[in-house]
């Protein structure tokens, strides 16, 4: 009786380190297609169409908008996706992040005038 007890609680001990975690997103998850979709000179609200409500809003600078998104797996930081765009005028004029549009046409909008 004591062996099957004992059996028993290192059995559970040892499945303990085997519980499925979920892995966790958080944030923006945007998509390649959407960010290709967005072209300089859209407004705002176009911007807010296809790409959504960004995470962070700055309210001490309204044309810029951070889109960032986390993915955890077993309670540790696995990637960290990061996408800014900014505004001139209520125009969109560049953008900065690890998603980047293929068309040459943003490409050269991304760096700073």
Known sequence: MKLRILLILIASLASIGC??????QQGNILAQKDIDEIKPGMSKQQVAII????SIADPFDQDRW?????SKLKGKLQEVKK???FFE???LARTEG?????S??????TELE
Do not use: C, H, R, W
């Not at 690890?98 to 293929?102: C, D, E, G, T, V």
């Open 98 to 102: 690890n998603y980047f549009p293929q």
């Open 104 to 109: 040459g046409e943003m490409a050269d909008k």
């Open 83 to 85: 996408f800014t765009v």
């Open 51 to 54: 790409l959504g409500t960004p």
């Open 19 to 24: 519980i499925y975690k979920t892995p966790v």
């Open 89 to 91: 005028e209520g125009k």
């Open 66 to 70: 951070d889109y960032i998104s986390t």
